[in-house]
Structures are given as structure tokens and as C-alpha cells.
Antibody, heavy 117, light 112 residues
């Protein structure tokens, strides 16, 4: 069955770089896109960016200068790197699958990231 | 970026009651390919969101048919025909027509 699992550090210091991994199973990264979405604690959802099935990437313009998304198809993994973290980057980070007409059809459980000194 | 305005922000309902949530877009969500990429998600407490409806009105597999979506252009509605306890949580509309994808602020459905 389709699964997505986020992993990464729970605590990041201000000004440091966040590195997260989304490991997928049950589908191919060359057939589906993967999005990264984040949610500050107690708040709403923000689309961060995507890795398309063909390897292209696109980013939320508000985050573009700090964000990079890449993948390793042999390991079924999509990576997120975001630099210059601040306290308002604290929240839960999700990866989600995007089918052509039904994006957001499968989600990981999310990983909680706290930015604190 | 496209702004999605959801109303009401909070909805109180009794079990069995029918309710509706509105999602209005700052611009038309009709894509040049003829599709309208407006989706509805439900996030239960402590859980990741789940897809309920895509392309305005298509029910995701496994979602009960008491959920229905309608609308076009800039105005969209999610209706729950007979709320059940498992429906409580926060509902989000999200558009994928225009880059970047954007979410509404959410509507919290709670028991009256």
C-alpha cells in the first residue's frame, strides 16, 4: 500500500539548516509528484514546494530563497533542505503525494520540528 | 497568490445535522485544460489531513457519500449531509490550479 514517512531532527537551532527526508513506498517517484506542506502549531497549512514526477521542482515564492527539494529515485526518497531557520519555522512538516487530478491523496504522519536555541 | 476565503471559521453541529462550508477564491480556478483543481481536506485532531474531494465534486475513494462538493469559478461549497461524530475536525479547501497551491484558513467543525 501507499506510504510516506517523514524523518529528520526534532530540534534545530536558529540560523541553522533543516534537512528532512520523505521515504515513500507503494508507488514510484517517477510516476507521481511529492509535495512538502508545513503547519505551524495550532495553525493552518502552507504549501512549501514540490518534486514533480519528471524531476522538476517548484517552490512557494515566500520560501524560495531558503528552500531546496531533491530526490533519490533509487532509494524512493525526497529531500527537503531549508536554511536560515527562525522560530516561526517551528511546526509539523508533511510530505504528501500528488496524483495528476487528485493531489494530496496520501500523507505522511508528519515530523515535528522545533526551532530553538 | 490565490487567496481562498473559507466561511464560517467555526461550525457547531449536532449529530445528524446537515452543514455547509463555503470556499471563495480571489480568482477563477478554472484551468486552461478545462479542469477546476479545487480540493477539500479534513484534518482530525492529531492526524495529518486526508483528501475528501478533488476536482470540485469527485469523492475520494473510501470517503462516505454524505460528503459532497459543488461550485465553479470562484465559489465552492462542501456539504455534509448528516454529520457523524467522526466528521469532527478542521476542513480545508486547497487549490491546485494556480501556482503555488494555496489553502483556505480552515473551518473547525465541532459538536454543539
Amino acid at each position: 500500500q501507499v506510504q510516506l514517512t517523514e524523518s529528520g531532527p526534532g530540534l534545530v537551532h536558529p540560523s541553522e539548516t533543516l534537512s528532512l527526508t520523505c521515504t515513500v513506498s507503494g508507488f514510484s517517484l517517477t510516476g507521481y509528484s511529492v509535495y512538502w506542506v508545513r503547519q505551524p502549531s495550532g495553525k493552518g497549512l502552507e504549501w512549501m514546494g514540490r518534486m514533480r514526477y519528471n524531476g522538476d521542482t517548484s517552490y512557494n515564492s515566500a520560501l524560495k530563497s531558503r528552500l531546496s527539494i531533491s530526490r533519490d529515485t533509487s532509494k524512493n526518497q525526497v529531500f527537503l533542505k531549508m536554511n536560515s531557520l527562525q522560530t516561526d519555522d517551528t511546526g509539523t512538516y508533511y510530505c504528501t503525494r500528488a496524483a495528476t487530478v487528485a493531489p494530496f491523496d496520501y500523507w505522511g504522519q508528519g515530523v515535528m520540528v522545533t526551532v530553538s536555541s | 497568490d490565490v487567496v481562498l476565503t473559507q466561511t464560517p471559521p467555526t461550525l457547531s453541529a449536532t449529530i445528524g445535522q446537515s452543514v455547509s462550508i463555503s470556499c471563495r477564491s480571489s480568482q477563477s480556478l478554472l484551468h486552461s485544460n478545462g479542469n477546476t483543481y479545487l480540493n477539500w481536506l479534513l484534518q482530525r485532531p492529531g492526524q495529518p489531513p486526508q483528501l475528501l474531494i478533488y476536482l470540485v465534486s469527485r469523492l475520494e475513494s473510501g470517503v462516505p457519500n454524505r460528503f459532497s462538493g459543488s461550485g465553479s469559478g470562484t465559489d465552492f461549497t462542501l456539504k455534509i449531509s448528516g454529520v457523524e461524530a467522526e466528521d469532527l475536525g478542521v476542513y480545508y479547501c486547497v487549490q491546485s490550479t494556480h501556482a503555488p497551491n494555496t489553502f483556505g484558513a480552515g473551518t473547525k467543525l465541532e459538536l454543539k
